[in-house]
Structures are given as structure tokens and as C-alpha cells.
């Protein structure tokens, strides 16, 4: 079993920034890559930024540039770390492995709104 909580979203005005963070605990690797997803109303879940267990960072187009993901030092907490934000990037933000495990947390809110 494998627990993900994670924290740091709010409302955001377009242009700012915020940093998620996650927790995960139980039974994981802490060699496991590990991901950020979202899903935005409407829309199915989709792949953010990833990090493998050596330092290695992959995003989707669509954050490049913007966001930068990264570790510490327990391995198991990931961070997101966004700037520039854009009202497409609204959604609820998950962490999970990568690839993902059959179990999600909460995730937590981010909106990006005047």
C-alpha cells in the first residue's frame, strides 16, 4: 500500500508561482522515478514532469521551461516548483510514481485566476 499526500496548491494570480510538495510512504522504493500529474475540469489526467532516481527530469511541452521538479533528500518527497503560471495550468495536481501505481492521493488545487 502506498500513501500520497500532497500539499501546496491555492489561488494564484497569472504570471506567480507556487511549490508543491509530496509525501509518499509505504510500500515504495525510494530508487522509484517519481511524477507530478493533473487533471484540469473535464479532462483526463495527464503527465507533468517526472525524475528518475539519478537526477534525470523530463516535462510535457506545455510546462517546459516553467516548472522544475526535484527531490529531497528522503527521495520519497518531490517537490514542483512552478512559475509563470498560466490559467491553463488550473487543475488538481497529483504526485504518483512514474509510471504511475494504481493508487492516487487528494491532490491538491492549483488555481490561476485574476
Known amino acids: 500500500q502506498v500513501q500520497l499526500v500532497e500539499s501546496g496548491g491555492g489561488l494564484v494570480q497569472p504570471g506567480g508561482s507556487l511549490r508543491l510538495s509530496c509525501a509518499a510512504s509505504?510500500?515504495?522504493?525510494?530508487?522509484?522515478?517519481m511524477g507530478w500529474y493533473r487533471q484540469a475540469p473535464g479532462k483526463q489526467r495527464g503527465f507533468v514532469a517526472r525524475?528518475?532516481?539519478?537526477?534525470?527530469?523530463n516535462y510535457a511541452d506545455s510546462v517546459k521551461g516553467r516548472f522544475t521538479i526535484s527531490r529531497g533528500d528522503a527521495k520519497t518527497t518531490v517537490y514542483l516548483q512552478m512559475n509563470s503560471l498560466k490559467p491553463e495550468d488550473t487543475a488538481v495536481y497529483y504526485c504518483?510514481?512514474?509510471?504511475?501505481?494504481?493508487?492516487w492521493g487528494q491532490g491538491t488545487q492549483v488555481t490561476v485566476s485574476s
Open positions: 504518483n510514481t512514474y509510471p504511475p501505481l494504481g493508487s
Open positions: 509505504g510500500t515504495i522504493s525510494s530508487t522509484s522515478a
Open positions: 525524475i528518475l532516481y539519478g537526477g534525470t527530469t
